[in-house]
């Protein structure tokens, strides 16, 4: 139980808060497109939403 509380913590300690940058990343899009955030934020200002519990 002791590591999971550390676990908690060190997760907690490493989310973004509202308004901070995301780290860059690649992730694939729900239709098998390589999605890099670096080539979106070319577009304009970028929402990241990640949904839980949809699969």
């Not at 308004?19 to 990241?48: C, H, K, Y």
Request: charge should be positive; include cysteine; proline fraction near 4%.
């Amino acid at each position: 139980m002791m590591c999971h509380s550390a676990l908690l913590s060190i997760v907690a300690l490493s989310a973004l808060a509202t308004g901070m940058a995301a780290p860059e990343f690649e992730a694939v899009s729900q239709d098998g497109r390589n999605i890099r955030l670096a080539t979106l934020r070319q577009q304009g200002p970028v929402m990241l939403i990640f949904l839980r519990g949809f699969g």
